[in-house]
């Protein structure tokens, strides 16, 4: 989308463009739909509620609509907040995140869940359903990685309570079965494509 709109940021897109304010988690918005449509074989969409799926500690996640797409291979795309202006860290918070080798420092949309089997159980955080952002950039970046990370505390790694491998990360970005879940993915891709947890 953005090589076809000749755009550097995905706010700067035509589909950005017709968006009079933020989408809310949840909404059909008509443009949106299109364009996803135009890039991903979409077969149906709905409004489906975290509330049916479980965390890794098996508690639930509780009320939490979501906008979802439903892909031709069965693969669910659910959204949170799409957002209009771009969620930026400041100059020096950005310049702070690079020099810790971080590389992003505005994110379009928060929260993209991705259940890789559909409707298919276990529909769990960690095991079948993983958390990411999209930067501005169009880079979809695991929640509780890296990069997330150091956009979200701009200290070292080994410090940062963001970050899943940090022996002083909170619980919900740890994982672990006795976590939410959260940062399966970036546990995941950064261990070899291994859920070893």
């Known amino acids: 989308m953005m090589a076809d709109d000749g755009a550097d940021k995905l706010t700067d897109t035509c589909l950005w463009g017709t968006f009079s304010d933020s989408i809310g988690a949840g909404a059909i918005h008509t443009e949106f739909i299109g364009y996803m449509k135009k890039y991903f074989k979409v077969i149906d969409y709905n409004t489906i509620d975290l509330k049916d799926y479980k965390f890794l500690n098996g508690n639930s996640p509780g009320v939490n609509p979501r906008t979802n797409f439903i892909l031709a291979d069965g693969v669910y795309f659910m959204f949170g907040t799409v957002n209009k202006i771009p969620t930026s860290l400041s100059e020096e918070e950005c310049k702070k995140v690079k020099e810790l080798g971080g ?67 909170e619980s919900n970005y740890r994982c ?11 546990r995941i891709m950064e261990n070899g494509w291994k859920m070893d947890y």
């Open 103 to 169: 590389n992003f420092c505005e994110y379009a949309i928060r929260l993209i869940y991705i259940d890789v089997n559909g409707s298919k159980l276990p529909n769990q955080f960690g095991r079948d359903l993983f958390q990411f952002e999209l930067s501005n950039d169009g880079r979809l970046i695991p929640e509780g990685g890296k990069d997330a990370a150091l956009f979200k505390s701009q200290v070292a790694l080994q410090n940062n309570t963001k970050y899943w491998n940090s022996s002083s990360s």
């Open 176 to 186: 672990n079965k006795n976590s939410a879940g959260y940062a399966c993915a970036a």
